[in-house]
Every structure is written in structure tokens, then in C-alpha cells.
């Protein structure tokens, strides 16, 4: 029995699962947890509305319910790991010993990352000495400091964080979702000079990190085809189409598309036939025939975005297209770069 498989057309969760802690054993008390809920609450609250509401609510001795924080939405592994960072006593929190220590071991690569969560969860305070060790010549080191930032919403983050998103691939992905949810217009601009990087996988992390911003859409020319999206993104770089399996049923097309040189016919699953139209040169000629169905023709031009359209228009869908072009690859047909989710790992 097979359980598991790619849904193209995307899906939404409609059963929630509870973020909490689970307190151990020997500090199961009433007031341990109330305590640890006040301090979370302190760091981590937003508005409702025109009230101000804390994330965590002690619920039992031994758990405490924590809520996402709106900036942590795209990355609730990491508001986790903060919440443990935060420290209860409200005296000793953000004292200037403990931040100096920490900013000693901000400059250790093998404390960095552990120091980097414990001054986020700091809060503001803490600001000043993760500007200073996103100024460290050191990539790591600058880039756990600038990651802080980000998930503090401070601007001086995105100048590091581009660096290291081109720079460095073991922590792009984290560079982008970091600079995907901060809400300034530098973050936005930053993620478009992304998309000019010979490396597509740097190109389509920073397109996907536009994309799901709130703003994303207003910020690419995309359209819905059909059942899926289409986007024409610019880019420098050399041209590409990319193909998405995992998140949203999308097509990117990256750059100036080259001409779907097919010399003769295509023939396609579906019954799609696709034919160069010998009197009019650079359009193509798409047929679809089905048992028991009506036939379906429809021309258009021998660009990627003509070829996707005019399937589209005879009734393929996102499989037939996908199919299509992935047999134009195969043949030769078609010359620029066709990835399938090339996102940074």
C-alpha cells in the first residue's frame, strides 16, 4: 500500500498540532510553569487586534502551550529552539555579564550558533553585540549574527545575509527563509538580485523566498495557466525553466527562454500532438485527439511560454506539460537548462 506521493495541485492541513513544552519531572510545579510561560510572554507577544497577547499558556504543571509568533510562521523549528533559549529570572535576563559572555562565545565557531539563539531570545538589548559579530571576518560567525538580526527584523542583516546566500551553500537555505520573512523592502531587493546567480539552485531559493512573502505577488509577474502558475522572472544569468513537484504547481521561467526548436512533430502523452507550422516561421502547431472527445488545435509560438500556453489551451494540464517539456529535453529540442525543484538543501 502506497502512502505517500506529490499532490501537484498543492493541499491545506486542516487539523492543527499543539507547540508546547514538556516540563521534567523534578520541576513539575504551578509556579515553575507560570513562570516559564510570564518569561516567554515577555519576550514573545503580538497584537490581536488592539490587545497585546503573549505565545505561551501554562496549561497544566508539567506544560506549557506555546502559540506561533507571526515572525517565526515560516520557521517554528527555529521560534522552538529561541523559546528554550529565553531566560526566566526577568533580573538576569539581559544583564551585561551575561551578554558579554555571550559575545565571547559568539566568536567561537563551536559555541556561535548556541550563543547566536540565546541572544535572540535576549531581545533588543542583545542587538548591539550581534551587529558586531555580523561584522566578523568569518562566514559562519557572520552569519549566525545576521540571522539573529533577521528574526529581529533589523535591516543590518540583509547585507550579510545576501553575501552568504551567494557565497556559502550549507547555509543559503537558511539565509533565505531568514530574509523571507523580513518585512522591509531591502529584503525584497536583495532576494531579486539573488535571481541573477549562475547557480539556479540560488536563483529559485530566492524566487520560492519572494513567493511566499505576504507581498510576494504584487513583486512577480506571474499568472495562473490553467491549474497552475506561471512566472517570467528577469535574470541575468543563463536561462533556465524550473519546474516545481513540491510546494505549488508552478513553472519559472528564468531569463530569455531560447526558442523549443522541434524540427518535425512532437508526439506527447494525452493524444498531444505538437507540429512546427512550416508556413509561418516560429509557431507551432498543437492538436490534441481523444477517443470520444471533441479534437482540440490551437498555434502558438515556439517559445517555452508559447509551447506551455498552447498546451494549456487544447486542455493539457500541469502532468502534460510537465511531460512535454521534459521529452523536448530528452530530444534535444530544447536547449536551455529544465530543473525539477532545484531548491538549496
Known amino acids: 500500500l502506497r502512502i505517500e506521493g506529490n499532490i501537484l495541485g498543492g493541499g491545506r492541513v486542516q487539523m492543527d498540532r499543539k507547540l508546547g513544552l514538556v516540563l521534567r519531572p523534578k520541576y513539575q510545579h504551578v509556579k515553575t510553569a507560570a513562570a516559564i510561560s510570564a518569561a516567554i510572554n515577555r519576550r514573545f507577544f503580538f497584537f490581536d487586534g488592539t490587545t497585546r497577547r503573549g505565545i505561551s499558556k501554562a496549561m497544566e504543571d508539567d506544560f506549557?502551550?506555546?502559540?506561533?509568533h507571526p515572525r517565526y510562521r515560516d520557521n517554528l523549528e527555529r521560534m522552538m529552539h529561541v523559546v528554550q533559549a529565553v531566560g526566566v529570572d526577568p533580573q538576569t535576563a539581559d544583564n551585561q555579564a551575561r551578554l558579554e559572555e555571550l559575545a565571547d562565545r559568539l566568536g567561537n565557531p563551536a559555541t556561535a550558533r548556541d550563543a547566536a539563539l540565546q541572544l535572540e531570545a535576549i531581545g533588543e538589548s542583545a542587538v548591539p553585540t550581534l551587529l558586531a559579530g555580523a561584522r566578523s571576518s568569518n562566514a559562519e560567525l557572520r552569519f549566525y549574527a545576521a540571522e539573529a538580526l533577521a528574526y529581529?527584523?533589523?535591516?543590518?542583516?540583509?547585507?550579510?545575509?545576501?553575501?552568504?546566500?551567494?557565497?556559502v551553500a550549507a547555509?543559503?537555505?537558511?539565509?533565505?527563509?531568514?530574509?523571507?520573512?523580513?518585512?522591509?523592502?531591502?529584503?525584497?531587493d536583495a532576494l531579486e538580485r539573488l535571481t541573477n546567480e549562475p547557480s539556479l539552485e540560488t536563483r529559485y531559493?530566492?524566487?520560492?523566498a519572494i513567493r511566499r512573502r505576504v507581498d510576494g505577488k504584487r513583486t512577480l509577474s506571474g499568472r495562473p495557466v490553467g491549474p497552475f502558475w506561471l512566472y517570467q522572472v528577469p535574470s541575468t544569468a543563463a536561462?533556465?525553466?524550473?519546474?516545481?513537484l513540491r510546494e505549488a504547481p508552478e513553472i519559472v521561467l528564468m531569463g530569455e527562454t531560447t526558442a523549443v526548436n522541434i524540427p518535425q512533430f512532437l508526439r506527447a502523452p494525452g493524444g498531444i500532438l505538437i507540429k512546427r507550422e512550416t508556413d509561418e516561421p516560429g509557431q507551432l502547431r498543437i492538436s490534441r485527439f481523444r477517443p470520444g472527445k471533441e479534437d482540440k488545435r490551437a498555434t502558438a509560438s515556439d517559445s517555452a511560454k508559447g509551447l506551455i500556453e498552447g498546451i494549456v489551451?487544447?486542455?493539457?494540464?500541469?502532468?502534460?506539460?510537465?511531460?512535454?517539456?521534459?521529452?523536448?529535453?530528452d530530444e534535444g529540442y530544447l536547449t536551455d537548462q529544465l530543473a525539477i525543484d532545484p531548491l538549496p538543501k
Open 313 to 329: 489551451a487544447v486542455g493539457g494540464g500541469y502532468g502534460d506539460v510537465i511531460a512535454v517539456l521534459r521529452m523536448a529535453k
Open 239 to 244: 536561462p533556465a525553466i524550473v519546474v516545481s
Open 152 to 167: 529581529l527584523d533589523r535591516s543590518e542583516a540583509v547585507e550579510p545575509l545576501e553575501t552568504v546566500a551567494k557565497e
Open 205 to 208: 531559493g530566492s524566487f520560492c
Open 64 to 68: 506549557i502551550e506555546i502559540d506561533a
Open 171 to 188: 547555509f543559503r537555505p537558511q539565509a533565505l527563509l531568514a530574509m523571507q520573512g523580513l518585512d522591509q523592502q531591502v529584503a525584497i
